[in-house]
């Protein structure tokens, strides 16, 4: 269950664009993700023309995702809605053919993971984003998820590329199989509840 499509699903829009956690998206979640990515860009720095910049993406990935999205436009993206625009436009498809909004996202969230900019997710930076983003009291399972992300290439070249990020991403979200190994990407999930 916990790797099911549906909670997978739940699990993005709870732990990666549901900032403020009132249980629906809105233009608030975006104004937070756009002072998140300025913050972990800067190492804790705040520049104000960066801020700028990423005020720029997020509120134009807003209105995108809105657009997709917020099938009874009334601001709000629901649990729901959201489900039902990723069944729509991300399920069976490759990252390639994702909406430019989505693939933005999936491109914004690659570079705060990156934490040292070098073009490559690593054990250390992948265990702490998810330290830091839920719930967790196993090291060895995150540990273990990772582990099972990887490919030869990508032990090779010491973690995940953006590319494979992103295919592994379009995975997590378009694939329903619950035995391909893209279900890892975030760690060991459990199952939530978003009542
Ligand atoms: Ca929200
Ligand atoms: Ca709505
Ligand atoms: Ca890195």
Known sequence: MAYSWDNRVSFVIKYLYDVDNNGYLDERDFACLALRATIVDGKGEFSHSRLQEYQHIMMSLWEEIAELADFNKDGKISV?????????CCVGRRYEEFPQSMKMFIDTNFKMVDMNDDGVIEADEFRFNC???FAIDDVEAV????DRLLSDDDRRRGGLTL???QELYAQFL?????????IYLFGPLSEFSLE
């Open 174 to 182: 378009g694939n329903p199989d619950e035995n391909c190994c893209a």
């Open 80 to 88: 729901e809605e959201f489900k039902q625009a990723v069944q729509q």
């Open 163 to 165: 590319s494979r990020y």
């Open 143 to 146: 540990d273990d998820a990772f």
């Open 131 to 133: 330290i830091m983003r």
